[in-house]
Structures are given as C-alpha cells and as structure tokens.
C-alpha cells in the first residue's frame, strides 16, 4: 500500500480542555486507515460527531482512499 503524508496540520485536531491542549490519543493515519473500512452511512454519522473527525473525513486523500476501497468489496 501506498504511504501518504495527510496535510492537515496536528494542530488543526487538538482538542481543548480546561484550557490545556490534549492532542489526539490515535494518530491521524490509524484513524484515516479505520475510518476508510467503515461503511458510507457510518461516515457520514461520524462527520457530525466531532469537528476533527469531520477535517479527516473531507480530506482528498481519505474520499479517494475510501472510494478505492469501497470499489474493492463490491469486487469480492
């Protein structure tokens, strides 16, 4: 599989918390990687359930990664 490097900035997907920030437990390319097996209707749940998940979610590289994929289960 290919390796790509996301642009989308860490500080983009922190979070904040009693105004400290917490950067995100899962690294971005793990959860670009789950989110990409997960079904249409789930992803598009998950667009609305936090706004750094929406960014991953609406990035180029994630639609073509999770198109490609998708096309592939339908071929098995």
């Known amino acids: ?6 642009n989308v900035s860490e ?3 922190t979070t904040s918390m009693n ?3 917490n950067s995100l437990l899962i690294p971005m390319d ?3 990687e789950i989110f990409s097996w ?6 598009a749940r998950f667009r609305c359930l936090a ?16 198109q490609t994929k998708s096309y592939a289960r339908r071929q098995l």
């Open 1 to 6: 599989m290919k390796s790509r490097r996301l």
């Open 11 to 13: 500080d983009s997907l």
């Open 19 to 21: 105004g400290r920030e």
């Open 30 to 32: 793990l959860l670009v």
């Open 38 to 43: 997960l079904p249409a209707k789930t992803i």
């Open 51 to 66: 706004k750094p998940w929406a960014s991953i979610l609406q990035l180029p590289y994630f639609m073509e990664l999770f």
